[in-house]
């Protein structure tokens, strides 16, 4: 079994400031690791994922994360926020091969103070 | 490239009436299809997904369906709606078995019980 938890259900940064959103998983296998980020009333936008190789992956609008197999983390970063990436942001974790879906964690809620 | 579209975009349905929501993909073959809902202060759940024409793997037991009448198109359906069937559908897809391919979301359709 598989699980994500994403610590903080609303985060708030001052723009400029650095964004952290936190995201454990549970996999009894490698997992793949999944960023996406949701604006109001849309689907789900990918940011970045991991699947093998090196461990910090650079995505869209500047965010990166790093696999860290030990800590068993994946967090979101971004060193300047800016207003426009207030949204919501999910991880989600996906195990072994077949076609089954990504297993999500309940997701952060990113605000950003002017 | 490759699109995903699902419809209605909003929904507001009697408690006990039937469902359904479409969603097709262009421009891929043999796609893998999912169907996810997004309750409030829940995250995403994966419903149903399928590999195939006919072929529905279902994740949660519920009074909702799914149906893959054709290689690009998935149904959600239900004969009787519940309150709890309020939320945020959503449609998705992702090319072959690999557990690092990217699942792609459409725009997601709001349906509100009533």
């Known amino acids: 079994a598989q699980s994500v938890t994403q610590l903080g259900s609303h985060v708030s940064v001052s723009e400029g400031a650095l964004v952290l959103l936190r995201c454990n998983y549970s996999?009894?296998?490698?997992?793949?690791l999944f960023w996406y980020v949701q604006y109001p009333n849309q689907g789900l936008q990918l940011l970045l994922k991991?699947?093998?190789?090196?461990?910090l992956v650079k995505g869209i609008n500047g965010f990166e994360a790093e696999f860290k197999k030990s800590e068993t983390s994946f967090h979101l970063t971004k060193p300047s926020a800016h207003m426009s990436d207030a949204a919501e942001y999910f991880c989600?974790?996906?195990?072994?091969?077949?076609?089954?879906?990504?297993?999500f964690g309940k997701g952060t809620h990113l605000i950003i103070q002017p | 490239s490759q699109t995903i579209h699902q419809w209605p975009a909003t929904l507001v349905q009697p408690v006990g009436s039937p469902l359904s929501l479409e969603c097709t993909v262009e421009?891929?073959?043999?796609?893998?299809l999912y169907w996810y809902r997004q309750a409030a202060g829940r995250g995403l759940q994966l419903l149903f997904y399928?590999?195939?024409?006919?072929?529905i793997s279902s994740e949660v037991p519920q009074n909702l369906s799914a149906s893959r009448p054709q290689d690009r198109q998935f149904i959600l359906s239900s004969k009787k709606l519940l309150l709890s069937d309020s939320g945020f559908y959503l449609c998705?897809?992702?090319?072959?078995?690999?557990?690092?391919?990217?699942?792609?979301f459409g725009e997601g359709s709001w349906l509100t019980v009533v």
């Open positions: 998705a897809w992702s090319l072959g078995r690999g557990a690092g391919n990217t699942i792609y």
């Open positions: 991991y699947t093998t190789g090196a461990t």
């Open positions: 421009g891929t073959s043999n796609p893998n």
């Open positions: 989600a974790v996906r195990s072994g091969g077949g076609a089954d879906g990504l297993t």
């Open positions: 399928s590999v195939g024409i006919g072929q």
């Open positions: 996999s009894s296998v490698p997992p793949y």
